[in-house]
Nanobody, 121 residues
């Protein structure tokens, strides 16, 4: 069994900062890309940032310069540092990872449980 456990959401004022963490555990043989998505009320889930196994990073335009994605391969973790948060960043944030589990021959996508980020004054 492979699990992604997400933490770090919360309530923050505009201009504030939060750091999300996501840990992959279980029978993870290898991890390829990891990333963060978000879903605001009434909207579709959208990509926020991804980081490949080789460290290539992609951000959605709306978070460039404010959010930083990073990963710790030794700990099977991915992080999202969010600075200068604004009201439009309010959403449930989901961790995502492409993982090859032991005994499986292919990469499969896994999702974390989601964590609420609310930006409010």
């Amino acid at each position: 069994q492979v699990q992604l456990v997400t933490s770090g959401g919360g309530l923050v004022q505009p201009g504030g900062s939060l750091r999300l963490s996501c840990a992959a555990s279980g029978s993870t043989f290898s991890i390829n890309a990891m990333g963060w998505y978000r879903q605001a009320p009434g909207k579709q889930r959208e990509l926020v940032a991804t980081i490949s196994g080789g460290g290539n990073i992609v951000y959605v335009d709306s978070v460039k310069g404010r959010f930083t994605i990073s990963r710790d391969n030794a700990k099977n973790m991915v992080y999202l540092a969010m600075n200068n948060l604004n009201f439009e960043d309010t959403a449930v944030y989901f961790c995502y990872a492409e993982i090859m589990a032991y005994g499986r021959g292919t990469l499969e996508g896994y999702w974390g449980q989601g964590t609420q980020v609310t930006v409010s004054s």
